[in-house]
């Protein structure tokens, strides 16, 4: 294999014709810029200068070196600069998040991205055992979580709070329990955590969400307010899950005597490098939650 040294010696004093220049530029004896030529005139058992004083001309095998030699030096320098670059708005960058956050963060990010077209956003909703696993795998390179994690390969910390909300048709003005009962919940995956968080603490007559009729349900955070929009039961959904919905007319949002916030953790690997992309992502999510 060819020293990537001494290839550089010998295109360099191709390109400068003069020893002593080709020396001075590479920051080198003019005798070891000679070494560096005699050593690839061994291992390739061939002269590749001719000699005249203190000139020279390449031979054959010399030309073919140098046409070669050039794009491996020039390859190798890009590699050099393309490794050791972190830039800033290019690159993939793979973010994982429960639906509510999602709905609110992923537009936010698409705007950046067209913003700054050499990054791409890759964006799925999970919940949070996902998030977790996905980080701990290194199968994503930023997570949001409802929930500290639990795993020593996760590291997470605070950065907003999401209010649960209690989400009726539009003609319930003041929701009595006994309304809710008559209504029936509109079941979602979080929705027995997020009303027993949120009735548990404002009706006296809440046990489990089970207890009410079972008015519907969805897995498609989007689509959770349909049934309650048409007047077919009630919920409980996180803020941004109701900011999104498309006809606030149709559902009536109630502000209880306790309100009830979720954390919400910004996590990552524990002990996985964080490159400049993925600092602008997180700094742009975390403006767009403030």
Same mark, same amino acid.
């Given at each position: 294999?060819?020293?990537? !040294? ?26 070891? !810029? $000679? ?57 993939? !960058? ?34 949070? +055992? ?13 997570? /949001?979580?409802?929930?500290? $994690?639990?795993?020593?390969?996760? +590291? ?19 929701? +009595?329990?006994?309304?809710?009962? $008559? ?28 207890? /009410? ?15 309650? $929009? ?5 919920? !409980? ?7 999104? /919905? ?12 306790? +309100? ?31």
């Amino acid at each position: 294999m060819i020293n990537p !040294v001494l290839l550089r010696s010998f295109c360099t004093l191709v390109e400068v014709a003069n020893f002593t220049r080709t020396a001075e530029q590479l920051n080198m004896t003019q005798s070891g !810029v $000679s070494q560096h030529v005699r050593k690839l005139e061994d291992q390739f058992d061939q002269p590749l200068l001719i000699r005249h004083g203190k000139q020279f001309t390449l031979t054959d095998a010399g030309e073919r070196l140098y046409r070669e030699g050039r794009e491996i030096i020039r390859s190798l320098s890009d590699l050099e600069k393309r490794v050791g670059a972190d830039p800033a708005y290019e690159g993939l !960058v793979r973010v994982v998040s429960p639906g509510s956050v999602g709905l609110k963060l992923y537009r936010h990010l698409l705007n950046l991205q067209k913003r700054h077209t050499g990054l791409v956003i890759d964006y799925r909703f999970a919940p949070n +055992s996902d998030v977790e696993r996905l980080i701990a795998e290194h199968k994503v390179d930023i997570g /949001f979580m409802t929930s500290p $994690s639990t795993l020593d390969e996760v +590291s997470f910390k605070p950065v907003a709070e999401e209010e649960l909300l209690l989400v009726t048709p539009s003609d319930v003005f003041e929701p +009595s329990w006994e309304q809710l009962s $008559s209504l029936g919940f509109i079941d979602h995956p979080d929705g027995a955590y997020h009303a027993g968080l949120l009735l548990g603490a404002n009706y006296p007559e809440f046990q489990h969400s089970k207890h /009410f009729k079972r008015a519907g349900f969805s897995n498609q955070i989007n689509l959770i307010l349909e049934p309650v $929009s048409m007047g077919l039961g009630f919920t !409980v959904l996180p803020f941004h899950a109701v900011a999104a /919905f498309p006809e606030p007319d149709h559902i009536r949002v109630h502000s209880l005597a306790q +309100s009830v916030s979720e954390t919400l953790y910004l996590c990552l690997h524990t002990n996985k490098f964080v490159p400049g992309r993925v600092t602008t992502v997180i700094s742009e999510a975390e403006a767009c939650l403030e």
